[in-house]
């Protein structure tokens, strides 16, 4: 029964603090509504959910995300650093194709967004096959030490946190 009225608890409950932290008011009006769109939602988007992924270390996750973030603020660094002292004709841009060994969508959608949120990179494509993602690189010297950074660093660490 709980499965059927709650496919997914964790969006649940996410979609409802979400909701509360967008009103920014604790009152029970705001709480009854996030709750009526922790309920409807996933049970509107409970059919186009094949199955839930798995996560073997849901903690690791978390490592993931502080990863991600560290990152994200030392890129912030390294970009600002490379618009006030470096020219245009400086930069070495690149672009490279980062063999995936990943297979889950959410594993890809989320080395996708690490990559995309970290200043200086985007992941632009991912192959029809879903077996390599095109990445561009603001600055890139060395285009496969990056694309080796990003395996070791992100694609590792996801496929410990998704089989």
């Given at each position: 029964?709980?499965?059927?009225?709650?496919?997914?608890?964790?969006?649940?409950?996410?979609?409802?603090?979400?909701?509360?932290?967008?009103?920014n008011e604790v009152s029970?009006?705001?709480?009854?509504?996030?709750?009526?769109?922790?309920?409807?939602?996933?049970?509107?988007?409970?059919?186009?959910?094949?199955?839930?992924?798995?996560?073997?270390?849901?903690?690791?996750?978390?490592?993931?995300?502080?990863?991600?973030?560290?990152?994200?603020?030392?890129?912030?660094?390294?970009?600002?650093?490379?618009?006030i002292f470096h020219t245009?004709?400086?930069?070495?841009?690149?672009?490279?194709?980062?063999?995936?060994?990943?297979?889950?969508?959410?594993?890809?959608?989320?080395?996708?967004?690490?990559?995309?949120?970290?200043?200086?990179?985007?992941?632009?494509?991912?192959?029809?096959?879903?077996?390599?993602?095109?990445?561009?690189?603001?600055?890139?010297?060395?285009?496969?030490?990056?694309?080796?950074?990003?395996?070791?660093?992100?694609?590792?660490?996801?496929?410990?946190?998704?089989?």
């Open positions: 029964m709980t499965d059927r009225l709650f496919p997914h608890p964790r969006l649940s409950v996410t979609l409802m603090l979400v909701w509360m932290m967008l009103v029970l009006g705001a709480l009854v509504l996030g709750a009526a769109l922790g309920v409807v939602v996933p049970l509107l988007t409970a059919p186009y959910w094949p199955g839930r992924p798995r996560l073997t270390r849901g903690w690791g996750l978390a490592g993931f995300v502080a990863l991600v973030l560290r990152d994200v603020v030392a890129a912030n660094i390294a970009v600002a650093r490379l618009i245009n004709a400086s930069l070495r841009p690149a672009f490279f194709a980062v063999p995936l060994e990943l297979r889950q969508p959410e594993a890809i959608t989320l080395l996708a967004g690490a990559i995309t949120m970290t200043p200086g990179t985007v992941s632009c494509d991912l192959s029809a096959d879903g077996r390599s993602l095109l990445v561009h690189v603001l600055d890139a010297p060395d285009p496969d030490a990056v694309r080796d950074e990003i395996k070791l660093r992100y694609e590792k660490r996801l496929m410990e946190i998704f089989p």
